[in-house]
């Protein structure tokens, strides 16, 4: 049987996985920007700039919800839940 989602269509959770992937990108520019003083020999850049590279984990946690949203979805559709 075929499913009814188009190809194009945005299923649930999606937003929150490009929004998490762009923190994450931005958290892992901001953490080579940073470590490269250290290594270069560089003066390091000021303590809150070190702060930046915790977008890391936080576009991580904001992917892995988007995940947890995703299957939440398919679940409700394989149980023929409309919500």
Known sequence: MRDKTQTNSAAAG??????????????????????????????????YMFGLSMLMGVGFLIAGAGVLQSIAAGRRQARGDSR
């Open 14 to 47: 999606d937003r929150l996985i490009r929004a998490g992937a762009i923190v994450f990108f931005i958290g892992a520019v901001a953490t080579l920007v940073t470590v490269a003083p250290l290594f270069l020999g560089a003066k390091p850049f000021p303590t």
